[in-house]
């Protein structure tokens, strides 16, 4: 299947870009496998998946680009996928450079962060709402004026006692105890972004919201 194979490097502005997936993380080895970088790591378990790279440098992220959807029957839509690098906090600035070059609306952008609100393995889907306090989703939300896009939001649990520094909370590894969990967490956020690309953001809440590991 000559999609899977490593896409040619090429202007963005030619591949006419459908949706934008953007997980959400901090750059760098330090990061690497934290509570924060759930983002990350849901896109490059994509990237693997369909076997490409997200290596390329634009918008302030590192980016490649695949296709979902249908693609056998002339239906597919290409998407970007960007792991933004100007740290969590301010994800918002690449987000709206990349939907300000594509002309995209919000509607067309979704996001895959952590959720401390949310137990370990648990995902949430929504097609738009507030940040919860997730501040890369505040960034983003702030940094376009809108609210209204797509976000799968991955639980990490909440932190040990209430005197617990959440930095240091999101910035922890996850213990050998929740990768079981966490495991099925990514696979069930790949498996929604996915969905809600293919199919729509309700057919992907309805099936996700909720699922729990048996």
């Avoid at 301010?90 to 990349?98: L, Y």
């Avoid at 137990?119 to 983003?140: A, C, M, P, T, Y």
């Avoid at 209204?148 to 050998?176: C, H, T």
């Avoid at 099925?184 to 909720?210: H, I, R």
Wanted: charged share 25%; aromatic share 8%; net charge positive.
């Amino acid at each position: 299947m000559f999609w899977r194979k490593k896409l040619p490097d090429r202007p963005l502005s030619e591949s006419g870009i459908n949706y934008i997936i953007c997980g959400l993380g901090n750059p760098g080895t330090k990061y690497e496998n934290t509570r924060h970088n759930c983002g990350f790591m849901v896109l490059d378990d994509l990237a693997k998946k369909h076997g490409v790279e997200i290596k390329r440098i634009k918008f302030k992220s590192l980016v490649g680009e695949i296709t979902l959807g249908g693609f056998d029957s002339g239906a597919g839509k290409r998407c970007l996928l960007m792991k933004p690098t100007t740290y969590m906090n301010s994800s918002g600035v690449a987000v709206r450079e990349a939907l300000q070059f594509y002309k995209l609306p919000p509607e067309r952008l979704i996001v895959v962060c952590d959720d401390i609100n949310l137990d370990v393995g648990v995902i949430r889907i929504r097609e738009s709402g507030s940040d919860g306090g997730q501040k890369g989703l505040n960034s983003i939300i702030v940094a376009n004026n809108a609210d209204n896009f797509p976000r799968i939001r991955v639980g990490v649990g909440a932190k040990p006692n209430p005197d617990y520094p959440l930095e240091k909370w999101v910035l922890s590894l996850f213990q050998m105890g929740e990768a079981p969990a966490i495991e099925f967490a990514l696979c069930n956020s790949l498996a929604a972004v996915e969905m809600c690309v293919k199919d729509g953001v309700v057919p992907a809440m309805n099936k996700f919201n909720g699922m729990k590991r048996s």
